[in-house]
């Protein structure tokens, strides 16, 4: 990024949500989660982070509180009268899965997310999990974005694939986990998934994200893969994925091009933002680090990014 380059602000559009999770590490009960909360957490130290969400009144102070200082925008953030998202889940290590998922869409069920003049104008947007009919239209809402990046979950590709569709064709990036995509692709393999993926969507690019094994970027051209860094055990990798999509696109909001050299940078921060959410419970492990952190451990990597064909 050029010296009298800001980098270009960023726009979330996900979930702000109250979790009970429990890992081999251990439980959290009402936790403060939610793709929207994550990605702030994370991107706030690349770029200004805009957010469009909604929680109830029993929850909506610990968001706030966990915004402060952030220098998040929070216009399109609106108060509920129902209660906030709620999330249960249990994290497998041995498996690699989440289990026992179940969730109430609480504050969602009635929310219509509205977008100010200035945010419409976002450069980078990134739509966390939520329902598609939400993030259809976050998108309808937006004029000329350089780049649109999208994430899901297995509920919507299973229950609500019509609804999806319309959403993933306008995507310019899809983050996904490997059980995600192969499960949107039809598909037994994450090779296969990337390939028909890539075939039924105009992607610039797809990140699929699998826990310690790391994450590849598939590109038309050559791929890129970053093993994750080592954090043994993780405490939570709840908001991991989240924290991959803040990474690459707070890089790229700071460089403003996108090639070879930008593209191998920005999955790098992925994998370091990562590593830094799933040290505690919730959000506590993206909480207090600051950039001088985050640049502490990209130059403690002892890998580079690999290209393979």
Excluded at 25 to 53: E, I
Excluded at 152 to 159: A, F, G, N, S, W
Excluded at 242 to 258: K, S
Aim: hydrophobic content about 40%.
């Amino acid at each position: 990024m050029s010296a009298l380059n800001l980098p270009w602000p960023l726009l979330v559009a996900g979930t702000v949500t109250r979790d009970d999770v429990r890992t081999p590490m251990g439980a959290n009960t009402d936790g403060l989660g939610g793709s929207a909360t994550y990605f702030t957490l994370a991107a706030r130290l690349f770029a200004p982070v805009s957010v469009v969400a909604t929680a109830g009144p029993d929850f909506m102070s610990a968001f706030q509180t966990a915004m402060q200082g952030t220098g998040a925008d929070l216009r399109s953030v609106v108060q509920s009268k129902l209660p906030t998202y709620r999330w249960f889940a249990e994290h497998d290590y041995q498996t690699g899965t989440t289990r026992n998922e179940r969730s109430d869409q609480g504050a969602y069920r009635g929310f219509t997310p509205v977008l100010t003049p200035d945010q419409r104008k976002a450069k980078i947007v990134f739509l966390g999990s939520m329902e598609p009919r939400h993030q259809l239209r976050v998108l309808e809402q937006l004029e000329d974005p350089w780049l649109v990046a999208g994430d899901t979950m297995k509920l919507y590709i299973r229950e609500q694939p019509e609804a999806l569709e319309p959403v993933l064709q306008r995507l310019d990036y899809m983050f996904l986990n490997a059980s995600e995509a192969m499960a949107l692709a039809g598909v037994d393999t994450i090779e296969e998934a990337s390939k028909r993926l890539r075939h039924r969507f105009t992607l610039r690019g797809l990140v699929i994200k699998e826990g310690p094994k790391g994450a590849t970027l598939y590109r038309h051209d050559d791929d890129i893969h970053l093993p994750a860094l080592p954090v043994d055990p993780p405490t939570d990798p709840t908001g991991a994925g989240d924290a991959v999509a803040a990474g690459f696109l707070g890089c790229l909001a700071e460089q403003q091009v996108e090639n070879d050299d930008t593209l191998r940078l920005a999955l790098a921060y992925a994998m370091v933002m990562a590593s830094f959410a799933i040290q505690h419970f919730s959000v506590k492990g993206l909480q207090p680090i600051t950039r001088t952190d985050v640049e502490a451990r990209m130059a403690s990597m002892a890998w580079l990014p690999s290209t393979t064909r």
